[in-house]
Nanobody, 125 residues
Framework: QVQLVESGGGLVQAGGSLRLSCVSS????????MGWFRQAPGKEREFVAD????????RYADSVKGRFTISRDDAKNTVYLQMNSLKPEDTAVYYC??????????????????WGQGTQVTVSS
């Protein structure tokens, strides 16, 4: 059974940067698409970014394009989210998700995926 553990969240001023990490245990991430989602207080969970199993296809939400970068290190079983030029509206709990179907290019973000427990990111103005 795959377990995902996020880290790297915290409190940062607007314009600052954070790097989130998601380590997978119990299963290699190599043949699976991986993604990041976030949920702000009072809002639904929303897509942030995902990366295909091969690493060749990457998608970003329009709200984070040009500021966030998703990457994966299969040897370390880890997915990263580099967040630059952070804004107060980026404040949310950030969740790592793993698709459970082999060789997908995107993460659907549904209950069929595996999820981490989340890490809080707070951006002050």
């Amino acid at each position: 059974q795959v377990q995902l553990v996020e880290s790297g969240g915290g409190l940062v001023q607007a314009g600052g940067s954070l790097r989130l990490s998601c380590v997978s245990s119990g299963r290699t991430i190599r043949p699976y698409a991986m993604g990041w989602f976030r949920q702000a207080p009072g809002k639904e969970r929303e897509f942030v970014a995902d990366i295909s199993w091969s690493g060749r296809l990457i998608r970003y939400a329009d709200s984070v394009k040009g500021r966030f970068t998703i990457s994966r290190d299969d040897a370390k079983n880890t997915v990263y989210l580099q967040m630059n030029s952070l804004k107060p509206e980026d404040t949310a709990v950030y969740y790592c998700a793993a698709d459970n179907t082999l060789y997908r290019t995107t993460v659907a973000g549904t209950l069929s995926d595996s999820w981490g427990q989340g890490t809080q990111v707070t951006v002050s103005s």
